[in-house]
């Protein structure tokens, strides 16, 4: 069973920093493209960046695009999330997650197995 573990969440001022990691289990984990999306209360899990399997070439949603980066460490099956710059509309719960296909990295029906999630706040 694939399991993709989230941790690092929290409460931050705006103008703070977060990292996020995302550490999974029982897969192959080098043949998945990793992912990060976000969801808002009452708004669409929203794609955030996704980094390819072994060239490390990342993608970023504009809104997050020069503040947060995406990295992995294949030896240990974990996948991260630096934020920085943070801003209180980055408020939402972050979701990890795992998919074959590079069609789309944006979409959430590329991807196969999610996180449960971790809150993140910034407080304004």
């Known amino acids: 069973q694939v399991q993709l573990v989230e941790s690092g969440g929290g409460l931050v001022q705006a103008g703070g920093s977060l990292r996020l990691s995302c550490a999974a289990s029982a897969f192959t984990f080098n043949n998945y493209i990793m992912g990060w999306f976000r969801q808002a209360p009452g708004k669409e899990r929203e794609f955030v960046a996704a980094?390819?399997?072994?060239?490390?070439?990342?993608d970023y949603a504009d809104s997050v695009k020069g503040r947060f980066a995406i990295s992995r460490d294949n030896a240990k099956y974990t996948v991260y999330l630096q934020m920085n710059s943070l801003k209180h509309e980055d408020t939402a719960v972050y979701y990890c997650?795992?998919?074959?296909?590079?069609?789309?990295?944006?979409?959430?029906?590329?991807?196969?197995?999610w996180g449960q999630g971790t809150q993140v706040t910034v407080s304004s």
């Open positions: 997650a795992a998919g074959y296909s590079d069609y789309d990295v944006t979409r959430v029906s590329a991807y196969d197995y």
């Open positions: 980094i390819r399997r072994t060239d490390g070439r990342a």
